[in-house]
Every structure is written in C-alpha cells, then in structure tokens.
C-alpha cells in the first residue's frame, strides 16, 4: 500500500557542499511521526525543498536525487513564495487562525498565487497517483488542494490535517474567500485537528457557510460523507526521555548548570512570532519577581528565542520590544551575582535543547493561541525522573491533555507570575507526581500512535465511502433496474414530491411542477401494468391543483388523505385540535426566528425554517422540539423532524402506512419507491426487501440505492419511461 504525504515543505534540509546538492532528514514531529508507517506503507513525500533552483539542469538533478528515497520536490519561484506563502498563508490565514484580525494584510495577488501554489502541488501529485493510494495533505498552506484532487480522482482517499487552531465562525467568515477554502477542504474524506474546540468551530463554518448538514462528526457533502475528528498530535517520547542518558546532553547539561548557577531556572522556548505570547510572558516574570519579592536571586528566566521573518515589521517591532522590556527589567533587578533573564535570539542544537529542556526546574509555555505545542510535551518528556514543572497557556492545544501543567490565561499578567512563584514552591513530591501522570500518557499518546490512529480512521470512512458509491445508481444499476421494470407485469413506482420531482424552493408554493415532469409522470402512469403514487406530506388541496389531471395516485398530508378514482378518502375521521398552547408555541418560535413560518394542515401543523440563518434555525428547532414533547405526548400527538421542518400530527399515520396500503392492494412484481427526506424512511422500511428504494440527494440506511439530486431522480425516472416505449 502507499501512502503519499503532501506538505508545504519536504522532511529534508537541502544545502550545497563541494558545489554540490546534499540533503539530511528533518527531525520534525511530523517526519518522525510518519515514519513509524513505514511497516505498513510504501510513503512517498511532496513538498517544496525549501530552496530555490532557477536552472532546469539543476532541478532535474534535485529531483533525481530526491526521487531515489521517494521525494519528490515541487519547486517554486521567489515571487510565488513571496506572495502565497509569506503573503497568503502568513500575513492571511495565520493571523486569522490565530485571533489576530488586526494583523490580516489581505491581497488579491496573494490569494491568486495561493490557487496557482496549490494547482502545482496538485500537477505534482497528478502525475504520482496511482489507483489504492491514499493521500495525506498536510496544514492550512495547501487548503485547495483535498478539492483540486476530489474533482480529478473521485474515488481516491484523501485525508487533511490542518495543525493550527481553526477560527471561529464568527472570525472565519471576514475571509472573503470563505467558500472556496470550505470547499477545498471538503474534497477530503477525513478532516483532522488536534483538539475538538477547531474541530467544532469547522463544522459550524461548514454548517453556516455552505449549508451543510452534520450528523456528530460526519459532514454530508455532495455524494459522500467528510469525518471531522479530533487527533492530538503527540511527540517521539522514547526520543525524548531518554536523551538525558546520553554522553552528549550530560555534558550539555552540567555546562548550563555551570553557566546558569544554582538559581531556579524557568525555560521560554518559542519562534520569533506573535501569537507566542512572549511579552505577556516577560512581563509575567516581572510581576513574580514585584509581588514575590523572595524570589529574587533564586529564580532566573531563559528565553530561547528562535529567529523568523525578522524583516517583516510586525516582527521587527515585536523583536525591538522583547530586546527592551528584556533590557529593562535586568536593569531594575540584576545584582553582580544574580541576572534574571539570560536570551538567546538563535536556534540551539537538537542535544542542546534536550539538556535544557532537563537541567530547567520550570518550563513556561504560554502563547495567546496555538494549535497544539509540542515544547510542552517535549519538556515533560525529557525530564525523566527529575522534578519540573509545566506552566501552560489554557490557549494551548495541548492543554487539553495535559491537565497536571499548571493551566494559565495567557492574557493575565499577574496569573503568570502567581504560576510562576506557585511552581518555586511546590513539593518535589507533588512535581514527580504530576510529571508521571503526564509521562504515561504522553508514552501512549505518542506520535507514532496518532499517525496510525489518523490512518485508521482514514480507511475507515473511506470504506464507508466505498459502500455508499456502491449504493449510486450507475449505469449497471440502472441496466439492472430497467431490465426488472421492463419484465415485470405490474409496477408500482411510489414517489415523494418536494426534493424528490420537483426542487426544494424558498417559498413552498414556488414548486410548481415544470412540463417536463408533467410528462415524465403521464409516460410512466399510462404504461400497461403500471400504477404510480405520489405520496407527499403537501395538502391534497395543492397536490390536486398541480397533479390531479394526471392518471396517477395521490396521497397528501403523509397518507392521511389519499385520491383514487378522482374522489379523496380520509384514513380517519379523528382529526387532532390545535390547542392554543401549541399554537402559543409554535408562534413564539416563529417570532424569535425571523424566515420561519408555520403552516397549517387538517392533520398537521408545519414549522418551516429553510428561509432562517442556519444556526439560528438549529437552536430554535431544538427548543421548539423540547417546549412541544410533553403537550403533545399528552394529546397523543407525533413529532416528526423532516428537511427544514418540524411536523406535528397524528401518532397513527405516515407514509409507512400509506405505503402498505397501496401494497395490499394487488400483487406487485416491481415496486420502486423514490424520497428525499426522513420521512421517506418510513416507507423504504415497510417494502420487502427486493424492492427498489431510493434516497434522494443525501445518504439512507434504509434505501438501497441513491441518486444525487433531483435533477439524477428525473433522469432515471425518464429512462425507466424510454425504456417500457422501447420495449413496447
């Protein structure tokens, strides 16, 4: 099996030696996660280098050596750097990711090289693709892509991990562009963040934006079905924990305990960034050192700070402030044998952080907002068996496991510093003990387990997938199906009407059958043998003013009333009274949700909410459904949810009834029946199993086959028609 990951850049860092290229393996998270597939996958990585190769001479010669240990490079320009990653996803989506409205620079020629980046990686990975593939695309610079590769591989699986925090909808949709990058997304079969807070805040852009129905975690988009779930990406805690045994880090670590002295050493290891939180950090500090005055000369503060994009003036500006308030605050405290903050504006070595990450008796780690941070988990991990403590960002992805951190707003100044003195004075007992906890789960959360645990998932609603394409009626379907109809010696065909003949319409008296229905129902009922229903929860009033000149069945209002012979029968004589405190009811709900409105039938009452805001419209129907439940159990009366509706009426009759009576009434050799709603359940669940039951335009596991829309119905329907004409 393959596995082909697709990122923003390849596990590798290239460089030049001898005039020539050369190349070492990232230690990454992500490099070091897939690995661990390599049982299983033959992994194949796209991504681009990293560095820019002008001459075709020179890039076929990176791709040949790549090639050769299954990378494969997708080189770009510096303009197209400049202006989709250092301008799409850095100065757009990360702030807008990370809260930061104020920083968003948005550009057009930005978003134009951000498609024409993701097209590339996709003509990249086009030519790669083999049928059983499974593809990974990696984080929030290649949005697009999971949609450019739906559209050309239907039938290909594809997951998406997005790494940072996912906004809220109410800040995701200023993104003009909101649409399109849903859509992108949505081309996945599996949607994965690291927390379940982004996982809630996509599916609500997904529910408000596009209008897309979830079922708890499952998106139903188009013909299939998207997963969104929750993954915590974890570290190579082995790696980690036992870095401090090594010769090289012992030695790293009683150099930094010369250099640093005996004093309580806190640890900041962050990227030049931001949504870091490096300042509310120092000032943290400073206000531990004010308010806790015996913390002086006891308590130092390293801050490692790794440089990035130091020309961009935000980061210019936020670099100047951190040097001064750093500058200023070893100015009011430092004494000749004490200096509170010792900084570094440079990477350190993978075995120098390791010793750092062990020698420090606190780690702070306290940005605004991040998608999981893995120094917290690093730090854990390499203290081994020695007391530390964690401060941890409540902002933080991965404060959802770590719960034995010390948890901190990361806006408040003086929680900081109270975290700060508290973990000083904290019993070493109590310090192991927390580690532990956070130890054994981080050994079994690691990140080899949630690579595994992410493909799993991937495969399995790729065979959910599977099994619902299956259930499309394609053209051995459809042959198969004609064949039966056109053999038969009586038919039945039982059809819903709104969603299924005729679209779903704003206004419900829009929907109005077309000429070409019209005809497609009078070809299928004036057939020899055959008997066509249309079984509809509309009033008969409206169903005989658009249907009643036609020679088939009709039943209205979910089979209470039906039409044969040209005469209308009722089921019962019992009709159900409207109290006035479900009136009272439904007429608050409709005030408070401004484009509902109810209607109202002999046998029901109908609250219909297609025309509200999406979201409002879900909390209305849910308080709606909670304020009805007891006066309608007491009256015996039914609650039924349909699409955009909720439908009170008589407990003793739906369309299952409605279905069986059509059924007894003569001995059927095909029957057909064809619906859109949930509502529609209800009969495909009565008819014997060889019957041919369609879902319409969403997924039925009651139905045995589905069409896509409305538009697919007619069709089928109309080839049925030809076919009895053929044959005839």
């Known amino acids: 099996m393959r596995l082909i990951i697709i990122a923003n850049r390849l596990p590798i860092k290239l460089g030049r030696s001898a005039g020539r290229v050369v190349f070492k393996r990232s230690e990454g998270g992500l490099a070091t996660g897939l690995a661990s597939l390599h049982a299983g996958f033959e992994i194949h990585w796209i991504g681009w280098p990293g560095t820019h190769f002008d001459s075709e001479m020179e890039q076929g010669h990176v791709t040949a050596l790549l090639s050769r240990h299954s990378f494969h490079p997708v080189f770009l320009s510096q303009e197209q750097v400049e202006d989709y990653y250092e301008g799409y996803c850095n100065n757009i989506i990360w702030p807008l990711c990370h809260y930061f409205f104020a920083y968003i620079q948005y550009d057009q020629k930005a978003l134009t090289a951000y498609r024409e980046v993701n097209r590339a990686f996709f003509e990249a990975a086009k030519d790669l693709i083999q049928p059983g593939d499974r593809v990974w695309v990696q984080d929030y610079q290649l949005m697009l892509l999971p949609g450019m590769l739906r559209e050309a591989f239907p039938d290909l699986s594809i997951g998406y991990f997005h790494h940072i925090p996912f906004p809220s909808y109410e800040l995701f949709r200023v993104l003009p562009e909101r649409a399109e990058i849903l859509r992108g997304l949505l081309g996945a079969d599996l949607i994965g963040f690291h927390t379940h807070d982004y996982m809630r805040h996509f599916i609500s852009a997904a529910y408000r934006t596009l209008g897309l129905n979830c079922e708890l975690d499952e998106i139903r988009f188009v013909d299939r079905l998207v997963q969104v779930n929750a993954f915590p990406m974890g570290i190579d805690f082995n790696a980690y924990n036992q870095a401090p045994k090594r010769t090289q880090v012992q030695a790293y670590c009683k150099t930094f ?35 806790y005055p015996e913390l002086l000369e006891k308590v130092s503060l390293l801050m490692l700070l790794v440089p990035s994009r130091a020309t961009v003036p935000e980061y210019a500006e936020l670099k100047k402030k951190i040097d001064q308030t750093i500058g200023e605050l070893n100015g009011l405290y430092a004494t000749p044998n004490w200096t509170p903050v010792h900084y570094y504006y440079r990477s350190f070595s993978p075995d120098r952080l390791m010793a750092l990450y062990h020698v420090s008796d606190i780690a702070l780690v306290t940005p605004l907002r991040d998608g999981m941070n893995l120094v917290a988990k690093e730090y854990v991990a390499a203290k081994r068996d020695t007391p530390g403590v964690l401060i941890l960002s409540e902002r933080a992805g991965a404060s959802i496991e770590l719960t034995d ?12 510093g109270d975290a700060i003195a508290a973990a000083v004075l904290m019993p070493e007992e109590e310090q192991l003990a927390r580690l532990r906890r956070m130890q054994s789960l981080l050994a079994r959360q690691n990140v080899d387990k949630w690579a595994a645990d992410y493909i799993e998932a991937l495969d399995v609603i790729r065979e959910r997938n599977c099994v619902l394409r299956e259930a499309r009626i394609g053209d051995a379907h459809l042959q198969e199906i004609k064949q039966r109809y056109t ?13 299924t003949l005729a679209p779903l319409r704003q206004q419900p008296e829009q929907a109005v059958p077309e000429a070409r229905l019209v005809e497609i129902l009078r070809r299928l009922s004036s057939m020899p043998g055959s008997t066509v229903a249309v079984c509809s929860g509309r009033d008969r009033e409206t169903l005989d003013g658009w249907l009643g000149n036609l020679p088939v069945l ?22 159900p009274v409207w109290t006035q405190e479900i009136l009272d009811v439904l007429e608050r709900t409709t005030s408070q949700t401004p484009g509902s409105r109810v209607e109202k039938k002999q046998t029901a009452l109908v609250w219909h909410y297609r025309n509200s805001d999406a979201w409002l419209a879900d909390l209305r129907e849910k308080q709606l459904i909670n304020a009805l439940m007891p006066l309608c159990a007491r009256m015996d009366l039914h609650i039924m949810r349909g ?17 069986r009576r059509l059924v007894s009434k003569d001995q059927y050799d095909f029957i057909l ?52 004409e053929n044959a005839g």
């Not at 009586?490 to 709104?498: T, V």
């Not at 089979?559 to 004589?573: C, I, L, M, R």
């Open 257 to 291: 305990r010369q250099q640093l002295g005996v004093q309580k050493l806190v640890l900041s290891v962050d990227r030049l960034d931001y949504s870091k939180g490096v300042l509310h950090r120092l000032k943290g500090f400073a206000s531990a050192l004010e308010r």
């Open 554 to 575: 009709l039943a209205a209002e979910h089979g209470a009333f039906y039409k044969e012979e040209g005469v209308w029968h009722s089921v019962t004589q019992k009709f």
């Open 405 to 416: 951190a010390l948890l901190v707003n990361p806006n408040d100044i003086e929680a900081i």
């Open 487 to 499: 053999a038969a010696r009586k038919r039945l065909l039982i059809l819903d009407y709104d969603g």
């Open 643 to 659: 699409n955009k509706v909720v439908e009170i009426k008589c407990s003793n009759q739906n369309k299952g009834t409605e279905v």
């Open 673 to 724: 029946a064809a619906g859109d709603d949930v509502t529609d359940e209800d009969m495909f669940s009565v008819l014997p199993p060889d019957a041919v039951t369609i879902r319409v335009g969403d997924f039925s596991q009651t139905a045995r086959y589905s069409v896509g829309s409305q538009t697919e119905m007619l069709n089928f329907l109309e080839a049925l028609a030809r076919q009895e």
